[in-house]
């Protein structure tokens, strides 16, 4: 009696075939993603980002009881300076009125702390309440 050779069964096949279509499909979608990410301007992430994390280290300072004018200055003028690229950022909502107020009153705040730094834990939690107020405003129409 012949044996017959033995032949790999049709559900093999299929599962080879569903593999390399499946790592296709992957390959194919993280390149789709990859090219919608790059039409994406990554600055108004990076400005918020930023911001919100000089703001919590100036929260960290008056946590911490470090409190002196050189502790919150450095962080009150890195907040400023980013304060003047908000428009720049988000160039849909330059016309806005809204946008535009809250902006403004954020800026106006920020110097007002630069003008007369904090120099206690008090002023620096105020000053921090007034730039919360700001940023709340903004967020609160524009998120």
Do not use: W
């Amino acid at each position: 009696m012949a044996s017959q050779p033995n032949r790999p069964s049709p559900a093999a096949r299929y599962l080879v075939v569903f593999a390399i279509g499946l790592l296709a499909g992957v390959v194919a979608a993280v390149m789709a993603l990859r090219a919608l990410k790059e039409r994406q301007d990554p600055f108004p992430d990076a400005l918020m980002n930023v911001m919100a994390r000089q703001t919590q280290e100036l929260k960290a300072t008056a946590a911490a009881n470090r409190c002196a004018v050189h502790d919150a200055l450095p962080r009150l003028q890195s907040l400023r300076a980013m304060a003047n690229d908000l428009e720049t950022a988000f160039p849909g909502l330059r016309d806005d009125q809204r946008f535009a107020g809250a902006a403004s009153s954020l800026r106006a705040n920020l110097d007002q702390a630069l003008a007369a730094p904090p120099s206690d834990c008090a002023q620096i939690t105020a000053t921090l309440e007034k730039i919360g107020g700001d940023c709340r405003a903004c967020h609160q129409d524009f998120r």
